[in-house]
């Protein structure tokens, strides 16, 4: 199986899936960040408050920040359970583990709270065993923003953390399970013919008939009903609930083409029935086809059909 599979930024769609993290941040008013296993960011931090900021503004205290992190997602890679802690500055924050087949591939960092009932504080380890205080005078607002961090009861801080790790972990689970079952489907059809390439403009259509089991499938049909539309790698990739590197790895496979040729072809068959049928002009054609530039749907008209669309119109006439 090949590791970009289980690499988080790979197998998910970023962008879908930071729409819901922003949307598990808002619900448990608790801060969240996705990492990978090596604790680089794969996503934006949500909802991170104004006394972590502050905190992280300071070099000496970002560095311990850093450290809780990193020593907060490898307790979880190692209990392969959410792992509920203290930072330095006294703040509650949550690691959860992303574990597939046994392999850990990163953690959602979440917290940035205080407990309600301080008896609690106790049951939790902190990490770093001296709570720094970053200088009052310096800044005078560090009290005020640490008395504004949303406070939270420890079952519930527990309960959410176990939520979202079942959550969370389903929902990559489900990512590298289709991933696998399209690669066992390539493996099984590697001794059939492959696709034919889209050698005409006329072929690409066919495409989606074709591949009408693939997970692409949603993103081809989409292109044939609105290939006059500007269309977007990124957008066709979250359409199929894939990220954009997998998206665009499997339409070459499949199709026998890039994502960006395919779409070219389909342009310019709408724009020959376009000059076979009408006497709309040249330019008007390109802008209804999302081409801003006409000079440039001239050269991928000529590069595709072998005339320009004034000769073809001309010929057709």
């Known amino acids: 199986m090949d590791s970009k599979f289980y690499q988080l930024d790979y197998i998910l769609n970023i962008e879908k899936f930071q729409k819901i993290q922003d949307d598990m941040s808002k619900a448990t008013e608790m801060a969240i960040i996705a990492v990978d296993f090596k604790g680089n960011p794969v996503t934006k931090h949500s909802r991170c408050q104004a ?14 920040c850093e450290k809780c992190d990193s020593r907060g997602g490898l307790e979880a890679a190692r209990l392969q359970k959410p ?10 924050d949550v690691a959860i583990p992303i574990t597939v087949d046994d392999q850990y591939l990163g953690a959602l960092m979440m917290g940035q709270i205080k407990l309600e009932d301080e008896n609690n504080i106790s049951q939790l380890e902190r990490i770093v065993s001296k709570r720094f205080l970053l200088d009052n005078c310096d800044y005078p607002e560090i009290e005020t923003l640490y008395a504004g961090l949303p406070i939270m009861k420890l079952e519930k801080i527990q309960a959410v953390a176990q939520m979202v790790f079942h959550m969370v972990n389903y929902m990559v689970e489900e990512a590298i399970l289709k991933a696998k079952l399209n690669e ?12 034919s390439p889209v050698n005409t403009v006329e072929d690409a259509p066919k495409i989606v008939e074709e591949h009408k089991d693939l997970i692409i499938k949603p993103a ?20 199929c609930n894939i990220s954009s590197s997998y998206f665009s790895r499997l339409f070459k496979r499949e199709v026998g083409e890039s994502f960006s040729s395919y779409l070219n ?3 310019v068959e709408r724009a020959k029935t376009i000059l076979d049928e009408t006497d709309e002009p040249i330019i008007n054609i390109s802008l209804n086809l999302g081409y801003e530039d006409c000079g440039y749907f001239i050269k991928v008209f000529k590069k595709y059909v072998g005339t320009t669309p004034a000769q073809y119109r001309k010929v057709k006439s």
């Open 83 to 92: 792992y509920v802690y203290m930072c330095h500055m006294g703040v509650v």
């Open 51 to 64: 006394f972590c900021t502050l905190v992280r503004s300071d070099e000496k205290l970002n560095d311990l």
């Open 220 to 239: 081809l049909d989409y292109m044939k009903d609105n290939c006059e539309k500007k269309i977007y790698l990124d957008d066709m990739a979250y359409r």
């Open 184 to 195: 066992r489907n390539r493996q099984l059809n590697l001794t059939k013919p492959k696709p």
């Open 265 to 267: 072809k389909l342009k």
